[in-house]
């Protein structure tokens, strides 16, 4: 549901550029990582789309709701 009203809102996710032999070398070395429910036509042609903070930050600054982005310096 989640997905929809975001698809709905005009959410874009980030893509990224993986290529073909890094898509393997990822499965083997990490557990949680799987491209294989990304859409086929995206994924050979080596184009993986997923969010990120850039497209998190993108969408609410399109959205144009108030938000404000406030950065916290690190403490030393």
């Known amino acids: 549901m989640a997905q929809a009203w975001l698809k709905l809102?005009?959410?874009?996710?980030s893509e990224m550029k993986i290529g073909t032999f890094k898509?393997?070398?990822?499965?083997?070395?990490?557990?949680?990582?799987?491209?294989?429910?990304?859409?086929?036509?995206?994924?050979?042609?080596?184009?993986?789309?997923?969010?990120?903070?850039?497209?998190?930050?993108?969408?609410l600054a399109d959205r144009n709701e108030g938000w404000q982005v406030v950065e916290i310096p690190a403490a030393r």
């Open 23 to 59: 898509r393997p070398g990822g499965r083997v070395f990490k557990a949680n990582v799987a491209f294989d429910d990304h859409p086929t036509e995206l994924r050979f042609s080596d184009r993986i789309r997923t969010v990120t903070v850039d497209s998190v930050m993108r969408f």
């Open 9 to 13: 809102a005009g959410y874009q996710p």
